[in-house]
């Protein structure tokens, strides 16, 4: 069975705080993914990664940085978190075939 | 600009008919569909993916793929109360990891 975890399911930041969001996957996938939810706006891809050290910037990266130090983990970062990006955020990684298999999500709320 | 159409719904059908959830995606070069379900507050799950043009049957659901109209179609048959949800559709492009969603259709099934 294809595993995505997430470091938390919620979390309650302060504006300005560095907020770090954390996905682990076992099934040894080169691609992962970090999207966000946003009622009335669907999912989103923030960033994503096809290799260890290696990124890409999605459709809304601003505001955003990502890790990917191991193959199993990837990370995403928010550098001085607003009340604008208060919302679920989903990692998924990539496995066969050519298939996105998410995690259980995050809710982020930045006060 | 790549994009995925869905109607928001919601889409209401009593238990035991047929839910039709449609979808038109942009890009002509899209290879690869996939249909995901997520339950309220829930993380997005695979129900099924379609490559090639005409009807692909997974128990209860069938997706239908019309390249050339560039549409995408899920069936639900003889539909649950536990089918209510909301329906993602998503597309890739040949040579590329990521995927396009669509903002989803909620569907209600009543009792």
């Known amino acids: 069975d294809v595993k995505v975890t997430q470091s938390s399911r919620y979390l309650v930041k302060r504006t300005g705080e560095k907020v770090f969001l954390e996905c682990v996957q076992d099934?040894?996938?080169?691609?992962m993914f970090w999207y966000r939810q946003d009622p009335g706006l669907g999912l989103r891809l923030i960033y994503f990664s096809y290799d260890v050290k290696m990124k890409e910037k999605g459709d809304i990266p601003e505001g955003y940085s990502v890790s990917r130090e191991k193959k199993e983990r990837f990370s995403l970062i928010l550098e001085s978190a607003s009340t604008n990006q208060t919302s679920m955020y989903l990692c998924?990684?990539?496995?066969?075939?050519?298939?996105?298999?998410f995690g259980p999500g995050t809710r982020l709320t930045v006060l | 600009q790549k994009e995925v159409e869905q109607n928001s719904g919601p889409l209401s059908v009593p238990e035991g008919a047929i839910a039709s959830l449609n979808c038109t995606y942009s890009?002509?070069?899209?290879?690869?569909f996939f249909w995901y379900r997520q339950y309220s507050g829930k993380s997005p799950e695979l129900i099924m993916f379609?490559?090639?043009?005409g009807d692909k049957e997974d128990g209860r659901f069938t997706a239908q793929l019309n390249k050339a109209s560039q549409y995408v179609s899920l069936l639900i048959r003889d539909s649950q109360p536990s089918d209510s949800a909301t329906y993602l559709c998503a597309v890739n492009t040949e040579g590329y990891s990521t995927l396009t969603f669509g903002k989803g259709t909620m569907l209600l099934v009543s009792p």
């Open positions: 890009d002509r070069g899209s290879q690869s």
């Open positions: 379609i490559y090639s043009n």
């Open positions: 099934m040894d996938h080169e691609n």
């Open positions: 998924a990684s990539l496995g066969p075939p050519d298939t996105q298999y």
